[in-house]
């Protein structure tokens, strides 16, 4: 091929084909990061949308709007630990049962209770809200049907409806309080730790792990657990009443299957949700009032427990009693 390049002293023909050479290169850098911008603001804009979806309420409630346009059954789950910081808190539970009683189409409210309990004071909280709403809508019954587990402050909210229905293999009862902790002074000496703790006040070292047992601190912590456990089978006798069998075990701690249950008076018949609906509130229409809360206020409030969780530690407050 014939060149076409006219005849130019070498100096100026070699900075001729650099300038071309550089002039093409621009031209492919400026594409290149035209191509790179446009593919990151499609990223940040994906990365946004998905913020905005994970931020986003799990549940809108459209199934509840639609659907309680007619007479229905109201749902409420309890599922998993009961705690500030979960969905199965006082806050979410009580809002959805506020919910579901204020609905004019509201035939019955069921508690469908999945929890191996939790905190004696969300419990609690839980327990006298359903008894109020009880006093302020007499004519919708409140019933609470087990599924795996009842136990413990779960238990505790159940003993507020009016009958508690089970499966023949749930596990229900655990009517008690637990308190952990643990002992190092025998390692702390072994490996040549010492311990340094400074307080105010003669008592706010209670219980440290790291020195002996003090018979004075145990007796204490025993009459506080004592007492709370006294509320709790205050509470399970006013709920049940005189259908609770007169068995010292049925306040031990001890768990029972639903079937068990049914015997001690701690469960009034066996069924299911949808059993219950549509043989004893007589309304199949079954709607959920669960309030599911966001996935970045569970991820703020997990944090926040964590946070609070290390300051009692920091403060020596670790052992914290449990409804379980």
């Known amino acids: 091929m014939a060149d076409l390049t006219p005849n130019l002293p070498g100096d100026d023909r070699w900075a001729r084909e650099a300038l071309t050479k550089l002039a093409f290169a621009a031209v492919t850098e400026q594409r290149r990061a035209r191509r790179w911008g446009i593919f990151f603001k ?185 007492a709370i456990h006294q509320q709790f089978i205050t509470a399970v006798k006013q709920g049940r009443g005189e259908r609770l069998k007169d068995n010292p075990d049925v306040f031990s701690g001890l768990m029972w299957t639903g079937e068990q249950g049914v015997g001690l008076g701690l469960v009034d018949a066996l069924g299911s949700t949808r059993s219950v609906a549509e043989e004893v509130i007589k309304e199949k229409t079954i709607v959920d009032y669960t309030k599911h809360t966001r996935w970045l206020d569970r991820l703020f409030d997990e944090t926040q427990a964590s946070l609070s969780a290390a300051l009692r530690n920091g403060l020596g407050m670790d052992g914290m009693a449990q409804w379980r």
């Not at 035939?107 to 905190?119: D, R």
């Not at 779960?154 to 308190?179: L, W």
Request: proline content about 4%.
């Open 42 to 226: 499609f990223l940040f804009f994906g990365y946004l949308v998905g913020l905005l979806f994970l931020a986003w309420p799990d549940s809108l409630d459209t199934t509840a709007v639609t659907a309680s346009a007619k007479k229905h059954t109201a749902l409420v789950r309890i599922d998993g630990l009961i705690a500030s910081s979960t969905e199965a808190s006082a806050k979410n539970v009580i809002e959805a049962l506020r919910k579901a009683f204020k609905d004019d189409k509201t035939a019955g409210v069921i508690l469908e209770i999945n929890s191996p309990g939790g905190s004696p004071v969300q419990s609690g909280e839980i327990y006298d809200e359903i008894k109020k709403l009880r006093q302020q809508h007499p004519n919708i019954p409140v019933h609470a049907v087990t599924s795996d587990v009842c136990a413990s402050g779960g238990y505790y909210i159940a003993a507020a409806a009016q009958n508690i229905y089970a499966n023949k293999a749930s596990i229900v009862g655990s009517i008690g309080v637990r308190m952990d902790s643990f002992g190092f002074t025998d390692a702390i000496a072994k490996i040549g730790v010492e311990r340094r703790a400074y307080t105010a006040g003669s008592n706010k070292d209670f219980l440290d792990p790291f020195k002996p047992v003090n018979l004075e601190e145990v007796k204490h912590l025993q009459g506080m657990l004592d």
